[in-house]
Nanobody
Framework: VQLVESGGGWVQPGGALKLACAAS????????MSWLRQAPGKERDVVAQ????????RYAGSVKGRFTISRDNAKNMVFLQMNSLTIEDTAVYYC???????????????WGEGTLVTVSP
């Protein structure tokens, strides 16, 4: 199984980035997907989550209204559109796949290696 994140980089405050995570080696539509981030010296926190079908999403309070998670099950990809970025959004962003409840993949847990997002003037 591989999860490969892309789209990170440097952006000025107020700017936007779109992260992508390409999944391979798993039955993608049977996995709930999440984006998490870890800022320097801090714990890894959940940013956004999306169900297997994509019909439900959940966001951390700090990003609600600014970030949008989406997925394309035909292409085995999950995305994170990040708007109105602030310095506090600077972190390494990780893609996570968790086997969906009620599937034979429940309990499986996979991680990407992360992509760095730097927000600075």
């Amino acid at each position: 199984v591989q999860l490969v994140e892309s789209g990170g980089g440097w952006v000025q405050p107020g700017g936007a980035l779109k992260l992508a995570c390409a999944a391979s080696g798993l039955t993608f539509s049977n996995y709930a997907m999440s984006w998490l981030r870890q800022a320097p010296g801090k714990e890894r926190d959940v940013v956004a989550q999306i169900t297997m079908s994509g019909n439900m999403t959940r966001y951390a309070g700090s990003v609600k209204g600014r970030f949008t998670i989406s997925r394309d099950n035909a292409k085995n990809m999950v995305f994170l559109q990040m708007n109105s970025l602030t310095i506090e959004d600077t972190a390494v962003y990780y893609c996570n796949a968790k086997g969906g409840y009620g599937t034979s993949y429940y309990g499986m847990d996979y991680w990407g290696e992360g992509t760095l997002v730097t927000v600075s003037p």
